[in-house]
Structure formats: structure tokens, C-alpha cells
T-cell receptor
Framework: SQTIHQWPATLVQPVGSPLSLECTVE??????LYWYRQAAGRGLQLLFY??????ISSEVPQNLSASRPQDRQFILSSKKLLLSDSGFYLC???????????FGPGTRLTVT | RKEVEQDPGPFNVPEGATVAFNCTYS??????FFWYRQDCRKEPKLLMS???SGNEDGRFTAQLNRASQYISLLIRDSKLSDSATYLC???????????FGGGTRLMVKP
């Protein structure tokens, strides 16, 4: 069966510091991968998605970036965090051509 | 207009009650529809897909009305454990891009 991992689970970072969040998927090959952010009390906002290694599409221009160095690894980064980057970051996967997505446990980021 | 709209609630219902949520979507070309459940401070989890013919899973029934562009979720015999936020989700294209509604919060009381 497929599983998706995210780490860290929680993170407190000062403004201006760098960020690296990692997501890995097990039990499947060539998944579509997604990064979402959910601000407190708000809906999910798609940040990036990837249909393959090295292929990244950005949905929202901002100070975040994403990379997919391996088939089942998706990384979200920032060089300098802003207060507005605080939120619940969720990684998700799905099989190409199949609609439903499955989410990892998320990383709760607080920028102070 | 939002692409996927839901009443944020909260819906406060007693145990055993039947509760229904509706969701409207704006893109008539939408192809796939889902309901997700999200518990407080947790990730969303797929509750059920919504098929054109309607589908049922235990106490949960989902309906799709393409002509009116709305989706419904009916929960019968509500349990305390049903308390959560229910997200209406639409896939508007073949690229597996999902659009999430803001969610409807349900609180089931003893």
C-alpha cells in the first residue's frame, strides 16, 4: 500500500530564515505530487505541483520554491521566510489520470 | 465568484440526526467530484468520490447534480465522531488539479 511522509511535523522559524520541507511517497511510481498551504481557518491553496522528476509548476508567485530531485521526493523551500508564510503545509500525491489525492500528515510552520 | 462554494457553518446537530451539506461549483466542465473530511489540525482525508448516479457508503450518501452544478453530502444517524470539517472538492481538468471549497464545519452534540 502507498504511504506518504512529511517532516518535520512542526517548525518554528524566525523571519528571514531559510526553509526546507520534505515529502516522500512509498509504494507507487511516478505519482503526481502537490504542495498546498492552509492558513489558519482558511481553505487549501495549491502552491506547486509536479508530474515528474524536475518538472515543477507554480500556481502562486511568492518567495517559495519546490523541487523534485527523485521520483517520490518533493521538497518545498524558501531562502527567506516571511511572517505570512506561517501555515499548515500539506503534501499530496495521486496517480496520473486518477482524480483523488492523498495527503501527508502536514507540517505546521510558525514564522516568528 | 469562488470556484467551489460551501456554507462554512458550523452545523450543530444532536447525535442521531440527519444532516445535509451542499456545495456549488462554477466550472461546468468539471469532471470529478469528491468529499474530504478534515479533523482539527489534521490532513484532509478522502471520504468518498461522487458519481453521477449518486453513491452511498454506510451512513453517507453523495449526490451530484450537473445541471445545477451542485454536490450534496447526506449523513444519517450522526455520531459524535462525525464532528469535523467537510471539504467539497472538484477536479476541473484532466491534469489532476483539485479545487477545494472552504469547508463546512459539523459539530455533533451528545
Amino acid at each position: 500500500s502507498q504511504t506518504i511522509h512529511q517532516w518535520p511535523a512542526t517548525l518554528v522559524q524566525p523571519v528571514g530564515s531559510p526553509l526546507s520541507l520534505e515529502c516522500t511517497v512509498e509504494g507507487t511510481s511516478n505519482p503526481n505530487l502537490y504542495w498546498y498551504r492552509q492558513a489558519a481557518g482558511r481553505g487549501l491553496q495549491l502552491l506547486f505541483y509536479s508530474v515528474g522528476i524536475g518538472q515543477i509548476s507554480s500556481e502562486v508567485p511568492q518567495n517559495l520554491s519546490a523541487s523534485r530531485p527523485q521520483d517520490r521526493q518533493f521538497i518545498l523551500s524558501s531562502k527567506k521566510l516571511l511572517l505570512s508564510d506561517s501555515g499548515f503545509y500539506l503534501c499530496a500525491w495521486c496517480l496520473a489520470g486518477v482524480g483523488e489525492q492523498y495527503f501527508g500528515p502536514g507540517t505546521r510552520l510558525t514564522v516568528t | 465568484r469562488k470556484e467551489v462554494e460551501q456554507d462554512p457553518g458550523p452545523f450543530n446537530v444532536p447525535e442521531g440526526a440527519t444532516v445535509a451539506f451542499n456545495c456549488t461549483y462554477s466550472n461546468s466542465a468539471s469532471q470529478s467530484f469528491f468529499w474530504y473530511r478534515q479533523d482539527c489540525r489534521k490532513e484532509p482525508k478522502l471520504l468518498m468520490s461522487v458519481y453521477s448516479s449518486g453513491n452511498e457508503d454506510g451512513r453517507f450518501t453523495a449526490q451530484l447534480n450537473r445541471a445545477s452544478q451542485y454536490i450534496s453530502l447526506l449523513i444519517r444517524d450522526s455520531k459524535l465522531s462525525d464532528s469535523a470539517t467537510y471539504l467539497c472538492v472538484v477536479n476541473a481538468n484532466a491534469g489532476n488539479m483539485l479545487t477545494f471549497g472552504g469547508g463546512t464545519r459539523l459539530m455533533v452534540k451528545p
